[in-house]
T-cell receptor, first 113, second 114 residues
């Protein structure tokens, strides 16, 4: 089946430093999604990338989708304490008529003040 | 939030007891999902349903059961056959007819089996 791998598993940064998490799929994806889960909370959808080589920005967050549509990255510039949480990538997977998402294992970001 | 509710937020049960976790959505979404999350881990799919009265096993269905009698509701039963049931359980829904598979999550239920 489809596998989605994320690195690193954990990342500690000083506030103001940059942060990047990487996501790799074993299969070509029609799209890739990113979610954020705050400590003690639930995953919240951040963004979806669809096109090969696509780059999208949300304030200090930059998302990229690889040319081969098998990898993606999330980069945060000048981290803040509000960025703390676990970031998951997810790719859609179809089995017959059923559609589901395969989630990466997540990168847990800690921002030290 | 986002129109998905899960109850209760915290649940304690004795070993050997079955327990049912509630999930309700008012987003008019066709598809609903149950995930299990262990500390420091990602999301593992337990069961999913694309339409009323139909559901499929996910990656870790053993020891769990579900029903989908109404579009709005997708309860999950953790049976005594589940060997390690203590975990954080997340319910999600998505609009199968939409152009994306974006999932909207409920607040989750933390189950502790004593």
């Amino acid at each position: 089946g489809q596998q989605v791998m994320q690195i690193p598993q954990y990342q500690h940064v000083q506030e103001g430093e940059d942060f990047t998490t990487y996501c790799n799929s074993s299969t070509t994806l029609s799209n890739i999604q990113w979610y954020k889960q705050r400590p003690g909370g639930h995953p919240v959808f951040l963004i979806q990338l669809v096109k090969s080589g696509e780059v999208k920005k949300q304030k200090r967050l930059t998302f990229q989708f690889g040319e081969a549509k098998k990898n993606s990255s999330l980069h945060i510039t000048a981290t803040q304490t509000t960025d703390v949480g676990t970031y998951f990538c997810a790719g859609p997977y179809s089995s017959g008529s059923a559609r589901q998402l395969t989630f990466g294992s997540g990168t847990q970001l800690t921002v030290l003040p | 939030d986002g129109g998905i509710t899960q109850s209760p937020k915290y649940l304690f049960r004795k070993e050997g007891q079955n327990v049912t976790l509630s999930c309700e959505q008012n987003l008019n979404h066709d598809a609903m999902y149950w995930y299990r999350q262990d500390p420091g881990q990602g999301l593992r799919l337990i069961y999913y349903s694309q339409i009323v009265n139909d559901f499929q096993k996910g990656d870790i269905a053993e020891g769990y059961s579900v029903s989908r009698e109404k579009k709005e509701s997708f309860p999950l039963t953790v049976t005594s056959a589940q060997k390690n049931p203590t975990a954080f359980y997340l319910c999600a829904s998505s609009n199968k007819r939409g152009p994306t598979d974006t999932q909207y999550f409920g607040p989750g239920t933390r189950l502790t089996v004593l």
